[in-house]
T-cell receptor, first 113, second 110 residues
Framework: KAGVTQTPRYLIKTRGQQVTLSCSPI?????VSWYQQTPGQGLQFLFE???????NKGNFPGRFSGRQFSNSRSEMNVSTLELGDSALYLC????????????FGPGTRLLVL | DAKTTQPNSMESNEEEPVHLPCNHS???????IHWYRQLPSQGPEYVIH???SNVNNRMASLAIAEDRKSSTLILHRATLRDAAVYYC???????????FGKGTLLTVNP
């Protein structure tokens, strides 16, 4: 079974631009969650979707948004990029919510200049 | 979110058992204890999770204290591939997020 895939893998943007990241979960998984990883803050939860509904949201500004489609694929969008948004963005999928295991993708590395 | 305490780092020799401790004294009754690990330059990888009873899978064993305020992840025979940061994460109930702390950096010596 194919794992979680994320596209693109690498991205360079400039301040003020917006970016959309994509995540395809493992086949059959209906829950998708997003995390941001930076050297200073570590891994931080962004949001989680299940059956197209956002179930939980982390402490990030409204510039960070996401959605999930009927095929469980998910996208996250960051508008008005700031330098501090440079990070590794990780997507994880699971069969359902807690306590199911989350399976993480390789991440999208975003650099904001 | 339950607060966790893990050693910053631990060291082991290859083919020896490793016991990674975690204190989670504020864990709620509905929280499962999850363990994930992150190898260098990779996304986190699920290791194991449990609620009250000890759990085993092909990767590791999880020993949970009777009062659930602590747990230990056991790698029975460490390999070089087990060198990673290990995260202990209480999560469950209506809280679907995983809150990663700083974890324990495990070094495995050949």
């Amino acid at each position: 079974k194919a794992g979680v895939t994320q596209t693109p893998r690498y991205l360079i943007k400039t301040r003020g631009q917006q970016v959309t990241l994509s995540c395809s979960p493992i086949s059959g998984h209906r829950s998708v969650s997003w995390y941001q990883q930076t050297p200073g803050q570590g891994l931080q939860f962004l949001f989680e979707y299940f059956s197209e509904t956002q179930r939980n949201k982390g402490n990030f500004p409204g510039r960070f948004s996401g959605r999930q489609f009927s095929n469980s694929r998910s996208e996250m969008n960051v508008s008005t990029l700031e330098l501090g948004d440079s990070a590794l963005y990780l997507c994880a999928s699971s069969l359902a919510g807690s306590p199911a295991a989350r399976y993480f993708g390789p991440g999208t590395r975003l650099l904001v200049l | 979110d339950a607060k966790t305490t893990q050693p910053n780092s631990m060291e082991s020799n290859e083919e020896e058992p490793v016991h990674l401790p975690c204190n989670h004294s504020t864990i709620s009754g509905t929280d499962y204890i999850h363990w994930y690990r992150q190898l260098p330059s990779q996304g986190p990888e699920y290791v194991i999770h449990g609620l009250t009873s000890n759990v085993n899978n092909r990767m590791a064993s999880l020993a949970i204290a009777e009062d659930r305020k602590s747990s230990t992840l056991i790698l029975h025979r460490a390999t070089l591939r087990d060198a990673a940061v290990y995260y202990c994460i209480p999560s469950g109930g209506s809280n679907y997020k995983l809150t990663f702390g700083k974890g324990t950096l495990l070094t495995v010596n050949p």
